[in-house]
């Protein structure tokens, strides 16, 4: 709920702008995940924190193709930064780490492609909406896998995370 609060507040101002441009930076771990709205606050079943997080950058995926179809005068992308040596990915994936080390990219590698995607005018020729790895647009759903969303999911979505902002923000001013 966290990039949907931000992002849809920052919409009326990005609409104004000559270059507006949003980056959401999500991972390729969403490929695992199918968009599942029955459970957005992951309470059913047994607690998997990869599983959320994948699910959690599913979802970051949508969001960047419903708005980019909402908001024709700012451009969306979102994008995975590759594997990169981190402390996040050192601390919450020690096991990965240690057999990864030497393969994976270095923070600035990691974060070629979200600046590219900020300052380049090659990134807004292309369409908006797109996820991104290495600078180039790149597929959302793994080959046979069963990770499509029928599109009512997908404004389902919308619809709740809506629902959510506006109680946070109720809570909030309360």
């Known amino acids: ?55 959690n950058k599913r ?36 096991d990965f780490y240690q057999k990864m080390k030497n393969n994976l990219r270095t923070e600035a590698q990691g974060a070629d492609t979200v600046l590219w995607l900020a300052v380049s005018s090659e990134a807004t020729k292309l369409p908006s909406g797109l996820f991104f790895q290495d600078r180039q647009p790149v597929p ?11 599109p009512e999911d997908e404004e389902k979505l919308m619809e709740v995370l809506e629902e959510f902002s506006q109680k946070f923000k109720s809570t909030s001013l309360g």
């Open 59 to 94: 979802q970051q995926v949508v969001l960047t193709e419903q708005w980019a179809k909402a908001h024709r005068n700012i451009h969306f992308s979102v994008m995975h930064p590759g594997w990169a040596d981190t402390p996040a990915v050192r601390s919450s994936m020690p």
């Open 1 to 55: 709920v966290g990039t949907y609060i931000l992002t849809t507040a920052l919409l009326p101002l990005l609409e104004k702008e000559a270059d507006a441009r949003v980056i959401t930076v999500s991972s390729g771990g969403m490929l695992v995940q199918k968009l599942n709205i029955s459970d957005l606050q992951s309470g059913n079943g047994t607690f998997d924190g990869t599983m959320v997080y994948a699910q």
């Open 140 to 150: 959302t759903h793994l080959p046979l896998a069963s990770t499509h969303s029928p």
